[in-house]
């Protein structure tokens, strides 16, 4: 079988951080020649694909974004580098508008100078807020409620923005909740301390925590837990190349999608698929619910699917949670040999 055509490379910038060196794997996988830009303030040298050509630096940093554009061809960015923590947007709310906007301006600016046409950026739910109605359409009123959410918000708006001023086209996915690893084990999500629920379940069910801490009991849901849509970082990463290929193939379009399974599960519902993964109880402590956590926020997916012909093939939660364990135990042993 000939390997397709790839008229340029990819640069995918925190391509050394958990969705980023998903992305990584990917395009490679598909055939694309890739080139990987992270500050590994957060990311993992070692996460990053040997295939890829790797350069340590920051976004904002206009000479070097400059230069590789030059040295490898770029023709579309794939931008996955900045902060992600919503509590912490709320506590240093100026560091998510450095590192998620002011920083994703100055990669724009690079970008458009040096003629590059096409990028996708990795958006969020957290743009929606507390949405009006479940399942959440992309038209739905974008009103968040955090740093993080506003942080990736306006940068959105900047993308419209010189899309229409400029030869330039983009994708923003919107992300749910991402969860899982690379099926063949070759990267998940590795950073210490990380606050995503099935990554802490995960943890505590091979005793690497003591117990999970579940916030709020009485939510307007089946079991009184939040509920969210959980997607897995593999089939995430396919939705990227599609929307690769749907920018190119049409360069006067572009996109704002959700990326989501379009159902969802409560807490409760991942700590028993992990207790049935593992055969061990995880320990579960109630508290108190966190300020502007929504009952559920669920993803209309009906748009990604139509625009791109998105077939997810992880959909599962049992599969997510076999994965995501699969990794942490391939975490615990790259570890104990460092």
Sequence with gaps: MTA?????????????????????????DAGWRVAVLDNLVTGFRWAVAEDAVFYEGDIADAALVARIVAEQ???????????????????????YYDNNSARSRALIDTAVHAGVRHFIFSSTAATYGIPDAI???????????????????MTEAMLADVAAAHDFNYA???????????????????????????????????GRRSHVDIFGSDFDTADGTGVRDYIHVSDLAAAHLLALDALIA???????????????????????????????????RMGERRAGDPDALIADNGAIRAALGWQPRYNDLDTIVAHAL???RALAERQLTA
């Design 73 to 95: 061809n770029i023709g579309a960015i794939m931008h996955f580098a900045g902060s992600v923590v919503v509590p912490e947007s709320v506590a240093n709310p100026l560091k």
């Design 326 to 328: 699969a990794w942490e």
């Design 172 to 206: 923003a996915l919107r992300y749910f909740n991402v969860a899982g690893a690379d099926p063949a084990a070759r990267s998940g999500q590795s950073t210490a301390g990380a606050t995503h629920l099935i990554k802490v379940a995960v943890e505590a069910a091979l």
């Design 4 to 28: 397709p055509h790839r008229p340029f490379t990819i640069l995918v910038t925190g391509g050394a951080g958990y969705i980023g060196s998903h992305a990584v794997l990917a395009l490679l």
């Design 135 to 153: 399942p959440v359409r992309e038209d739905a009123p974008q009103r968040p409620i955090n740093p993080y959410g506003m942080s990736k918000l």
């Design 250 to 284: 049409d360069p006067a379009a572009s996109h704002q999608l959700n990326a989501g399974y379009g159902r969802g599960f409560s807490v409760l519902d991942v700590l028993d698929a992990v207790d049935r993964a593992t055969n061990v109880r995880i320990e579960r």
